[in-house]
């Protein structure tokens, strides 16, 4: 028999405020119960996207977090369930013990983002995590950064991290100039804001990292957004390119017409799979 695996920590996060970062992005600071806790951990990690995975109960239900879910899984049908989200911890400010998120809204499409754009100083949710593998690495020549809105607080919390003579690109890709941001970087890194303008999530980001001159020096890539986008991506920086994976953090935050629980179900599935070499084989 497998080791069961540890549940995961929960903590209780309470909202104690929100802005607007942008038209598209709102972004919530929390409390929590166990600041102390939380920021340890995330410390032990040391990762620039360190992510937390947020439970969103129906507000109808009265249900307080933290949630025993083996609980509420024998009593509750499966639609009552809270829906999980995952969502990139922006900042942690140590002095105000408090944590920022920042959600992109889309008007009443999706389950985190209309919540986000209501929320009220004392609305509860119960977040569990935080979670990261990443951070740029020190030994390389330059930085390369490529995503979109999902991917921006991930990539605006490393790029605070570089030391003042690092170098490098980042391609965001936003609806219009009305959605850019400022960032907070090392004046050798080149910011470039790539506006959608109404096209498919993705195509003009890629469109962007297809100009590019492929990388003659060492390089660090973290590329993140929309699964599609991402896929054509893999193609361009490690089979054109051929940037090895150890030098590439690449991956899907979301999907095009999937919902977030569809997304997650086929991340183990071939539609799913970044790399082919991914992919599982079939069942005997």
Do not use: N
């Amino acid at each position: 028999m497998g080791q069961q695996k540890k549940p995961r920590t929960q903590y209780v996060f309470e909202v104690v405020g929100t802005e607007a970062v942008s038209p598209q992005l709102m972004r919530v600071w929390f409390s929590c119960s166990d600041f102390d806790g939380f920021a340890a951990a995330a410390a032990e990690r040391a990762s620039t996207d360190a992510y937390v995975k947020i439970q969103f109960a129906r507000p109808e239900l009265g249900l307080t977090p933290p949630y025993d879910l083996d609980e509420l899984r024998g009593r509750l049908a499966p639609e009552d369930m809270p829906s999980r989200r995952t969502y990139t911890v922006r900042r942690l400010d140590h002095e105000a013990r408090r944590i920022a998120i920042d959600f992109v809204v889309h008007g009443d499409t999706g389950v985190a983002g209309p919540w986000a754009a209501r929320a009220v100083a004392g609305d509860k949710v119960s977040a569990s995590g935080p979670g990261g593998k990443y951070a740029p690495s020190p030994d390389v020549a330059e930085h390369l950064f490529i995503g979109d809105e999902s991917a921006l607080p991930a990539i605006a919390s490393a790029i605070e991290t570089l030391p003042a003579d690092a170098v490098g690109t980042a391609l965001i890709e936003v609806e219009s100039a009305r959605d850019e941001v400022a960032l907070d970087g090392p004046t050798g890194l080149r910011i470039r804001w790539v506006h959608r303008a109404q096209q498919p999530h993705g195509s003009a980001l890629v469109a962007a990292v297809e100009e590019l001159p492929t990388p003659t020096e060492v390089v660090d890539v973290f590329a993140h957004g929309e699964r599609a986008s991402m896929k054509r991506l893999r193609a361009v920086i490690h089979d054109t390119w051929g940037i090895p994976r150890e030098r590439l953090s690449i991956s899907a935050y979301w999907a095009a017409g999937r919902a977030e629980d569809a997304f997650q179900a086929e991340k183990r599935e071939p539609v799913g799979q970044i790399f082919e070499s991914d992919q599982l084989p079939p069942a005997a």
